[in-house]
């Protein structure tokens, strides 16, 4: 079965790396069903990362998040959540180049935090982003 997951291009990566990271996209063989280019607000962020509240560097994330246009796709793909994961990476760049070198982090993130991309963790997050974003959408 077909699986959906939000999958974003931050900020700072959208502006230098966004060709070289959809064509891993495209690579790996996801179907990009829906894609727009869009600053968030900072209620989006907020919303987004509300898992991450309280956390020391939520309000360096929010405004990371926010200081320009990023890439919001929905990727479909059996498996869609997971996979993109793995394309992803792990989220400190340092650990990804070690563990995971093929990976868009290990290849296009600055830090931890501008981490080049981002990516639902579970299917019910993955709803809950995508509503967030796209609003409620007939996605198929
Ligand atoms: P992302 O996949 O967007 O989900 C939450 C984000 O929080 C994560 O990528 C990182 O950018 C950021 N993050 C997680 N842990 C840390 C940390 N220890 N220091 C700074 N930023 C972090």
Request: no cysteine.
């Given at each position: 079965p077909q699986e959906h997951t939000l999958a974003l291009i931050k900020p700072a990566a959208a502006k230098k790396h966004k060709d070289d990271i959809m064509q891993k996209v495209k690579e790996a063989g996801f179907t990009i069903s829906k894609i727009k280019e869009e600053a968030l607000t900072h209620e989006m962020a907020t919303q987004f990362y509300k898992d991450h509240?309280?956390?020391?560097?939520f309000e360096h994330l929010v405004t990371c998040m926010t200081e320009g246009p990023s890439v919001v796709m929905i990727l479909t793909k059996e498996n869609a959540v997971e996979e993109w994961r793995q394309l992803m990476g792990p989220t400190d760049p340092e650990v990804a180049k070690v563990t995971?070198?093929?990976s868009i982090r290990a290849q296009f993130a600055q830090d931890i935090l501008s981490n080049a991309v981002h990516g639902s963790s579970n299917r019910e997050h993955a709803l809950e982003s995508i509503e967030c974003v796209f609003g409620e959408i007939d996605i198929d």
């Open positions: 509240k309280g956390k020391p560097f995971s070198p093929e």
